[in-house]
């Protein structure tokens, strides 16, 4: 990114900052079952003034994936200026059984961008966030939070000039719940959490010649949430006593 760019990005940063600041609207989606998880108080906050409400969209569960179809998540831009949309997602992401536990949470986004001029012609991707996991297969515990951020398979910023056209990008986020409770000397598996998903684009374009872009989201599958059924002790011991039998008479019958 050239030094225009990055002061341009920072302007950019930071009015979304502000705007978020007068503009937050949450919207409320409610309560979804999944198989073996909940999803419980699952709301967004639209951070940018004057877009529309919910960004993300309502929401779909299959499985323990949840699934938005964003109707309105896009920003665009020509001639000049600039344009984004900003949203935060969370909830709370519950073990519905007494053997279920989440051990970790995958996120993927995919959606497109359509540029045309130069090099401050360009879009900015971003998706980031925290999990805070509160209880694990010991019952709660002292809640630990630490931050997250997605990766893009496109990088995060591409241009006019090294992205010229359409280009369709996909962000992904792999949360290792399991390995944040073993760096905090923890072994127990997480049954509850809850996850702040903060997800923004922008398009800018410059003001010479023809000049213009376009980005958008198109879906959101996730969290994804991957679950580990752990037997319950008395489970286990009567599985060991069962894999014991068998080898037992396994080698009475070669005798």
């Not at 030094?3 to 978020?20: E, F, H, M, V, Y």
């Not at 051990?103 to 360009?122: K, P, Q, R």
């Not at 006019?160 to 996909?170: C, E, L, Q, Y």
Request: contains cysteine; aromatic residues 6%.
């Amino acid at each position: 990114m050239n030094a225009r760019c990055r002061i341009l990005s920072s302007l950019l940063t930071l009015g979304i900052l502000l705007l978020g600041q007068s503009a937050a609207a949450t919207f409320v989606h409610g309560n979804f079952a999944g198989t073996n998880v909940d999803f419980i108080g699952v709301q967004e906050t639209t951070q940018t003034a004057g877009d529309p409400e919910p960004l993300f969209g309502t929401p779909t569960v299959v499985g323990n994936i949840m699934t938005f179809d964003p109707p309105a998540f896009n920003a665009a831009t020509s001639g000049g200026g600039s344009d984004s949309d900003h949203a935060t997602l969370q909830m709370d992401i519950i073990a519905s059984g007494s053997l279920d536990t989440i051990t970790s949470i995958n996120i993927t986004e995919v959606g497109d961008a359509m540029l045309v001029g130069g090099s401050g012609t360009g879009v900015l991707l971003g998706m980031s966030g925290t999990i805070r996991i509160n209880a694990t297969t010991a019952g709660a515990i002292t809640p630990i939070t630490v931050g997250w951020s997605g990766t893009f398979d496109t990088g995060s910023f591409f241009d006019a000039v090294t992205n010229p056209g359409t280009t369709i990008w996909t962000g992904t986020a792999l949360i290792d719940v399991t390995q944040i409770l073993l760096d905090n000397s923890i072994t127990d598996l997480a049954t509850d959490v809850t996850i702040s998903y903060n997800d923004n684009i922008q398009a800018f374009s410059e003001a010479v010649g023809i000049s213009s872009a376009t980005v958008q989201k198109k879906a959101v599958d996730g969290p994804a949430v991957i679950i580990e059924v752990v037997p319950e002790p008395g489970t286990a011991a009567l599985l060991g006593l069962g894999l014991l039998g068998l080898g037992i008479r396994s080698r009475r019958a070669r005798v």
